[in-house]
Nanobody, 139 residues
Framework: QVQLVESGGGLVQPGGSLRLSCTASGLTLDQYQVGWFRQAPGKEREGISC????????YYVDSVKGRFTISGDRAENTVYLQMNNVRPEDTAVYYC????????????????????????????????WGQGTQVTVST
């Protein structure tokens, strides 16, 4: 059974750092593209970064570029999101997800767009999402 579990969220002050983890069971994560998403209250879920497992390609949306870093650890079967210089607008529930059908690459964030589109329509049997971890940026 495939499962993704996020961890590492919490309360952090503006300008601080946090590292989120997305750990997989039931699959070898670096064979797939993995996306990080976030959803703030009252807003749509937004794809913010992805990691192309085999080629280790990385992509970031402009709002997090230069502050967040995505990386993978094969031994731990985990994809990380290092969040630096966080801002109040980074407050959200953060999710990781993957598409085991490999329908879109990480290049130009295509896998983020794909996963976002399908989850808005209820998802499908090839997409796996974690349960989310809350990040709150506040003084």
């Amino acid at each position: 059974q495939v499962q993704l579990v996020e961890s590492g969220g919490g309360l952090v002050q503006p300008g601080g750092s946090l590292r989120l983890s997305c750990t997989a069971s039931g699959l070898t994560l670096d064979q797939y593209q993995v996306g990080w998403f976030r959803q703030a209250p009252g807003k749509e879920r937004e794809g913010i970064s992805c990691f192309g497992g085999t080629d280790r390609y990385t992509y970031y949306v402009d709002s997090v570029k230069g502050r967040f870093t995505i990386s993978g650890d094969r031994a731990e079967n985990t994809v990380y999101l290092q969040m630096n210089n966080v801002r109040p607008e980074d407050t959200a529930v953060y999710y990781c997800a993957t598409d085991v059908a490999l329908r879109a690459p990480c290049r130009d964030g295509e896998v983020l767009t794909d996963l976002s589109r399908r989850i808005r329509n209820g998802g499908d049997n090839y997409d796996y999402w974690g349960q989310g971890t809350q990040v709150t940026v506040s003084t």
